[in-house]
């Protein structure tokens, strides 16, 4: 890239900053502007690619997320972690989930004597909604 291009583009990149905001995220003022422009742009539609904005929001997202994972790592959640979270915010029992199979098979998982299985995985995302990778 020649010294005029890269000249042209730091000072189009200057301004691009400075109308909208969009930037390195190195402080939590940064960080609540970026949640702001990327909550606009969710009310605006830009989260479906076909939006014209899609690409900005993306790219929002992706400077969001790279702060969070810096300054807000979150701890690794095991399967039967979430099992046990699901089976406390439904009130349930180890008799109540028929998506792993018997209560004594239930038991096993949560004792950490088995592994959830696919299978399992795959009917309790359905039954309780949720995405499959939760249980990774």
Known sequence: MSALALATLAEAWETFQEVTCVRHIA???DYDEATRIADALLEEGAMDEAHPQHSLFMTVSDLIYAYDQAHYPQPHVR?????????????????????IGRQSVVSEILAGKRSL????????????????GVFF
């Open 117 to 132: 299985t696919v299978e399992h995985i795959r009917n309790l995302s359905e039954r309780f909604s949720v995405n499959p």
């Open 27 to 29: 402080s939590e003022q």
């Open 79 to 99: 399967g039967v972690d979430v099992v046990r979270f699901l089976m406390d915010q439904h009130h349930l029992t180890q008799n109540q989930l028929p998506e």
